[in-house]
């Protein structure tokens, strides 16, 4: 078998199947933040395995996606929306490894605040990632911790 074409071929179906998963899990995280501030909790949930887990620093663990939708029906939740925020995602550092893969990236949550908006939550975020059959992403779990002094 000749090392030329047939090998660069290769190398290059390799390479550009670790980008088209980066750039799935990338949109995967940037769904994030629109599906979260238009309430959309089932779009939210849909983003994780069934039995995936949402930590979030300060409002517990949700797990499964029933338990991750409720935190987007929360009263909480709904209130954020109802004064208006911007759940906004920071470019991921993201690794993948087969089928599976990690990403490491900062989010701020924005809040209406009179004229304009103020960061009201700060976040570093770790996720995991499993590749579905059919070739798909979703998360298997998201620690979300805030950055700064800990809120009563």
Same mark, same amino acid.
């Given at each position: 078998?000749?090392?030329?074409?047939?090998?660069?071929?290769?190398?290059?179906?390799?390479?550009?199947? *670790?980008? +088209?998963?980066?750039?799935?899990?990338?949109?995967?995280?940037?769904?994030?933040?629109?599906?979260?501030?238009?309430?959309?909790?089932?779009?939210?949930?849909?983003?994780?395995?069934?039995?995936? +887990?949402?930590?979030?620093?300060?409002?517990?663990?949700? *797990?499964?996606?029933?338990?991750?939708?409720?935190?987007?029906? $929360? +009263?909480?939740?709904?209130?954020?929306?109802?004064?208006?925020?911007?759940?906004?995602?920071?470019?991921?550092?993201?690794?993948?490894?087969?089928?599976?893969?990690?990403? +490491?990236?900062? $989010?701020?949550?924005?809040?209406?605040?009179?004229?304009?908006?103020?960061?009201?939550?700060? $976040?570093?975020?770790?996720?995991?990632?499993?590749?579905?059959?059919?070739?798909?992403? *979703?998360?298997?779990?998201?620690?979300?911790?805030?950055?700064?002094? *800990?809120?009563?």
């Amino acid at each position: 078998m000749p090392a030329g074409p047939q090998r660069v071929t290769a190398d290059f179906a390799k390479r550009l199947t *670790r980008l +088209e998963d980066i750039e799935a899990i990338r949109t995967l995280i940037a769904s994030y933040g629109p599906l979260a501030d238009t309430g959309d909790a089932a779009g939210v949930a849909a983003l994780w395995e069934d039995d995936g +887990e949402y930590d979030v620093g300060g409002y517990g663990a949700a *797990r499964g996606r029933a338990a991750i939708a409720a935190l987007i029906a $929360s +009263e909480t939740h709904r209130q954020l929306m109802t004064e208006g925020c911007a759940h906004v995602l920071a470019p991921h550092r993201i690794e993948v490894d087969g089928d599976e893969a990690f990403a +490491e990236g900062y $989010s701020m949550v924005l809040r209406c605040r009179g004229d304009g908006l103020a960061v009201w939550r700060a $976040s570093a975020n770790h996720w995991w990632f499993a590749r579905q059959t059919g070739g798909g992403w *979703r998360t298997t779990r998201r620690v979300n911790r805030p950055i700064g002094p *800990r809120r009563p």
